[in-house]
């Protein structure tokens, strides 16, 4: 009795192809004949097709790929085959494990200010028939279509329910809509992926402002300073990390005295030529002294 060739996710060291990052994986080998054993894991699923046809889907086990048998089929198979079947199989697991994914990207709140967004979204496929419909409309390359690949398509999807949210939301109260916003992003997710045969689980969103001076002066802003003081204590944090010692003035807008003199910050040049003109007005204007 020959021996039976034996398909499985498992490569001859051992190590599992079918990794956290792996959505589906496409059998390389031509081995797959009548009589192939396929071995299914308890994590995945199995699509076996025959000249693009989709014959059978199976769940956890092992099981006999069984051709088509005819007498006439049987003599040409002898004859010009070895004995080994002419039909071409192909072979495709589908990983049901939660898997997660991760976009991220750039919205604008409604007084124009950046926000950065990352959104964590967890995904699986639920059933045979989710299975089915993953194989039939979601396209891959090569032997692989990994979490990236499908990133590719919702990326989109993420990009618009920010921004439909973030967009009429003033930059202080973004934070209040993180939850209206994970609602958002998990029904147009679902609703987008549902198609391809995949369920999405839970979504996590994070918003922050994207540039570095916001940040600060909203975390100073929480302290419940206005947005005078919070700029005023901005500018002195800047101040001490470079090692002036009038820092604590501006936190509090006092001015700075050195010795007991005020030091007076120079008017810029328009403002004293203006007041200068002004003098000189008056002078002319007025009475004048003996």
Known sequence: MPLRNVVSTLQDDGQEVMGPDVLLFHYPGEDVQNGTLLTVESNHFCVLKSRGAILNVYETGQYQVQTPQRAIIGSIQQAF?????????????????????????????????ELQ??????????????ATRLVQHMPYRGHFLRS?????????????????????TPLEQVNERMH?????????????????????????????PRDERMKALIALRA???????????????????????????????????IGGAQAMMPLPPAVAGLGAAGGA???QGGTPRG
């Open 81 to 113: 085959y070895g004995g080994q079947s002419p039909w071409q199989y192909e072979v495709i697991y589908i990983n049901r494990a939660k898997l997660v994914l991760q976009t991220a990207g750039v919205a604008l709140s409604r007084e124009m200010a």
């Open 117 to 130: 967004y990352s959104v964590d979204y967890y995904i699986h496929v639920d059933s045979t028939e989710d």
């Open 148 to 168: 990236a690949d499908v990133n590719a398509y919702a990326g989109p999807v993420v990009e618009q329910s920010v921004n439909q949210v973030i967009q009429v």
């Open 180 to 208: 209206d916003l994970s609602d958002l992003v998990k029904q147009h997710l679902q609703d987008f992926l549902k198609v391809y045969g995949i369920t999405v689980n839970d979504v996590k969103v994070l918003v922050m």
């Open 223 to 257: 302290f419940g300073l206005s947005e005078l003081d919070a700029v005023r204590y901005y500018a002195a944090l800047i101040m001490a990390e470079r090692g002036l010692v009038s820092a604590p003035n501006i936190a509090v807008g006092a001015p700075f005295q």
């Open 281 to 283: 007005a008056a002078g």
